[in-house]
């Protein structure tokens, strides 16, 4: 029993998500794809970015994915698809990790900035 719950307790996400809006711009998320050819969108990945939870660190674009500071990698950025809103950044996220010791960082799937930053 205490196994089964150290490994929930591991693939569960801490703290808040990025997805709060998801269902309202679901049908602009279905379609991204990143620089991978990879789709975004699970129906639950998607979201608005917080300004809080953005930064530009030297030359690099940070996100803060529960509570840690991931680097936006060149291939997050999306290939196909527009942001629902273009007053802030979007991004998906994974909701839970695909294996137990996965970072938060490694569940970033996509990012859109806002225009001009």
């Known amino acids: 029993m205490r196994p089964l ?6 693939l569960c996400p801490l703290g808040a998500s990025a997805q709060e809006h998801h269902q309202l711009h679901h049908a602009y998320y279905q379609n991204w794809v990143n ?16 300004a809080e939870n953005e930064r ?8 803060r994915i529960d ?16 942001a629902p809103d273009w007053s802030t950044s ?4 994974q909701k839970y990790a695909t294996t137990a010791n996965a970072s938060a960082c490694q569940r970033l799937l996509c ?7």
């Open 35 to 50: 620089k991978q050819d990879k789709g975004c969108c699970n129906n639950q990945d998607c979201g608005e970015l917080r």
């Open 90 to 93: 979007h991004v998906c996220v």
């Open 67 to 82: 509570g840690e500071w991931c680097p936006v990698q060149p291939f997050h950025y999306l290939k196909k698809g527009n």
């Open 56 to 63: 530009t660190n030297g030359d690099r674009v940070e996100v």
């Open 5 to 10: 719950l150290v490994a929930t307790l591991l």
């Open 111 to 117: 990012y859109q900035p806002k225009p001009g930053t």
